[in-house]
């Protein structure tokens, strides 16, 4: 599927180069095309002579739409101010966007919002997963598996649960006994 579009292609601007070669003038285009080093004038330059219209820049947000412009006549191989200016590439589009917000803290610098470094709580219940692994349920309901049991760990008990390295927990009893924890639910 894919050859058979990239043959039509290919047959498409062969046959556009040789109404090129038979109406004489538009070889000497060509190479002034050819001769220009901004890629993004030279394909402008590139569909002037093959005769496609000129693509408008996309507008700015909350700008009008204008009507859709009229097929342009083929244009001087040598590209106008005016024509570089309409060929404005996407990341200058999207730069001009991001020179609106430049210098506005506010956007530069979303608020980020303040994660506590520990949390204490009461034990309101200890259990087990399928397989025996300890388990502790905090007042509110959140469920964090040990990575051991403890036996003096009981219901009632006020733990306090901090930030480790790596993303790790670590769980610490009353009685300053540690043990890593990781949440279930």
């Known amino acids: 599927m894919r050859r058979t579009a990239l043959t039509l292609a290919i047959a498409a601007a062969l046959a556009a180069v040789g109404t090129a070669r038979a109406a004489g003038g538009p070889q000497e285009d060509l190479a002034a095309c050819g001769a220009i080093a901004d890629p993004t004038e030279r394909l402008a330059c590139y569909d002037r002579v093959a005769g496609r219209p000129a693509t408008p820049a996309a507008p700015a947000a909350g700008a009008p739409r204008a009507a859709p412009a009229a097929p342009q006549p083929v244009a001087p191989a040598r ?9 404005t590439p996407p990341a200058q589009v999207q730069g001009a966007a991001a020179a609106a917000s430049f210098g506005a803290y506010q956007t530069e610098h979303p608020v980020v919002t303040q994660v506590p470094e520990s949390l204490t709580a009461r034990v309101s219940a200890m259990g087990k997963t399928i397989d025996g692994q300890p388990t502790v349920t905090l007042e509110g309901g959140a469920l964090w598996l040990l990575d051991e049991v403890d036996p003096l760990l009981a219901v009632g008990d006020t733990i306090t649960i901090k930030r480790g390295v790596f993303g790790s927990f670590l769980l610490e009893t009353a009685t300053r006994r540690v043990h890593h924890v990781r949440r279930i639910r």
């Open 79 to 87: 590209p106008s101010a005016a024509a570089a200016q309409a060929a």
